[in-house]
């Protein structure tokens, strides 16, 4: 896989369509040792997908090749943790860069492109973009099988929370958190 042909960019408005099909692709290949089938429906149906205040932000990105999405992921100064326009758990305002953590936002990647370092390349950008916007800590949500990538990044958390959905149907997610050096 060249890196030189797989562009990272700020997503679009008009990127939407594209990045809730890639979201559910990814949930739907990346999950299944994690949750079940109905898991993963529930979760495409009341929490998976765009975030269209993070496009609004500037703070949302996708790694295209030609066109073809194949990973995305992004950050937040707002205060919702996680979850698409759709999602029950949002909040309203935005966070001080001096005493709250940003979030770390929605890492979906495709499965034919799973541990190619996408994942890396979207959460270097993100925090990166995070310390420049004042921020000394990030938080996250994260899914089952994205506790190994966090905790290669350095996040910390392991506190099992059951998210249950309007459905009925009840997922696990795990808090995580890090701290950048203030040098
Ligand atoms: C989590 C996810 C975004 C990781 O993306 P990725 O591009 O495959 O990750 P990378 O290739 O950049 O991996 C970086 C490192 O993270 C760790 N890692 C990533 N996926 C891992 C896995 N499945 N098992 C163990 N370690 C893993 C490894 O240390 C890896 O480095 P290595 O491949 O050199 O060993 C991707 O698996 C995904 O989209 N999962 C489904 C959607 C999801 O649940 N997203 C999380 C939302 S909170």
Same mark, same amino acid.
């Given at each position: 896989?060249? @890196?030189?042909?797989?562009?990272? @960019?700020?997503?679009? *408005?008009?990127?939407?369509?594209?990045?809730?099909?890639? $979201?559910?692709?990814?949930? @739907?290949? *990346?999950?299944?040792?994690?949750?079940?089938?109905?898991?993963?429906?529930?979760? $495409?149906?009341?929490?998976?997908?765009?975030?269209?205040?993070?496009?609004?932000?500037?703070?949302?990105?996708?790694?295209?090749?030609?066109?073809?999405?194949?990973?995305?992921?992004?950050?937040?100064?707002?205060?919702?943790?996680?979850?698409?326009?759709?999602?029950?758990?949002?909040?309203?305002?935005?966070?001080?860069?001096?005493?709250?953590?940003?979030?770390?936002?929605?890492?979906?990647?495709?499965?034919?492109?799973?541990?190619?370092?996408?994942?890396?390349? *979207?959460? $270097?950008?993100?925090?990166?973009?995070?310390?420049?916007?004042?921020?000394?800590?990030?938080?996250?949500?994260?899914? *089952?099988?994205?506790?190994?990538?966090? @905790?290669?990044?350095?996040?910390?958390?392991?506190?099992?929370?059951?998210?249950?959905?309007?459905?009925?149907? $009840?997922?696990?997610?795990?808090?995580?958190?890090?701290?950048?050096?203030?040098?």
């Amino acid at each position: 896989m060249s @890196r030189d042909s797989f562009v990272l @960019r700020p997503a679009q *408005l008009n990127d939407i369509r594209k990045l809730n099909s890639l $979201i559910q692709v990814s949930a @739907r290949g *990346l999950n299944q040792n994690h949750y079940t089938h109905a898991q993963v429906d529930s979760l $495409i149906r009341y929490v998976f997908g765009v975030d269209t205040e993070l496009i609004a932000d500037q703070t949302y990105y996708v790694i295209e090749e030609n066109g073809k999405f194949s990973a995305c992921g992004g950050w937040s100064q707002r205060k919702t943790l996680f979850g698409s326009d759709k999602c029950a758990s949002r909040k309203n305002g935005y966070l001080d860069p001096k005493t709250d953590p940003a979030k770390i936002r929605a890492f979906f990647v495709h499965p034919d492109f799973g541990r190619k370092g996408l994942g890396n390349r *979207l959460m $270097i950008q993100c925090e990166e973009a995070v310390k420049k916007a004042g921020f000394c800590e990030t938080e996250l949500m994260s899914t *089952l099988p994205g506790l190994a990538f966090y @905790r290669a990044h350095g996040y910390v958390g392991d506190q099992f929370v059951d998210y249950p959905l309007p459905d009925g149907v $009840i997922v696990q997610f795990v808090k995580m958190g890090k701290s950048f050096s203030k040098n």
